[in-house]
């Protein structure tokens, strides 16, 4: 059974930061790109970030140069180090598993709240 959990979610004020996780089972890690996601309240779910089993990252305009996707293939997870946190930033975020070679093999997990508010 493919599960992805995260972790890391909460409250956290506008500049501050947070580190969310994803933990991987059920899957073979390397044969996946891994990606963060995110929904707002009223909006569609957005990509924010992807990170390939060799390392290569993609980066929504919006969050470059203050978010940070990695992977440790090692323990089937995932990261995303967020600095420099706006409101706008509000939102669920997903994590997201897709197949290097049938995309259309593609698991989520149940998503984790952040929350940027002074």
């Known amino acids: 059974q493919v599960q992805l959990v995260e972790s890391g979610g909460g409250l956290v004020q506008p500049g501050g930061s947070l580190r969310l996780s994803c933990a991987a089972s059920?899957?073979?890690?390397?044969?996946?790109?891994m990606g963060w996601y995110r929904q707002a309240p009223g909006k569609e779910r957005e990509l924010v970030a992807t990170?390939?089993?060799?390392?290569?990252?993609n980066y929504a305009d919006s969050v470059k140069g203050r978010f940070t996707i990695s992977r440790d293939n090692a323990k089937n997870t995932i990261y995303l180090q967020m600095n420099s946190l706006k409101s706008e930033d509000t939102a669920v975020y997903y994590c997201?598993?897709?197949?290097?070679?049938?995309?259309?093999?593609?698991?989520w997990g149940k998503g984790t709240l952040v929350t940027v508010s002074s």
């Open positions: 997201n598993a897709k197949h290097i070679v049938s995309s259309d093999i593609n698991y």
């Open positions: 990170v390939t089993s060799g390392g290569r990252t």
């Open positions: 059920g899957i073979f890690f390397n044969l996946y790109t």
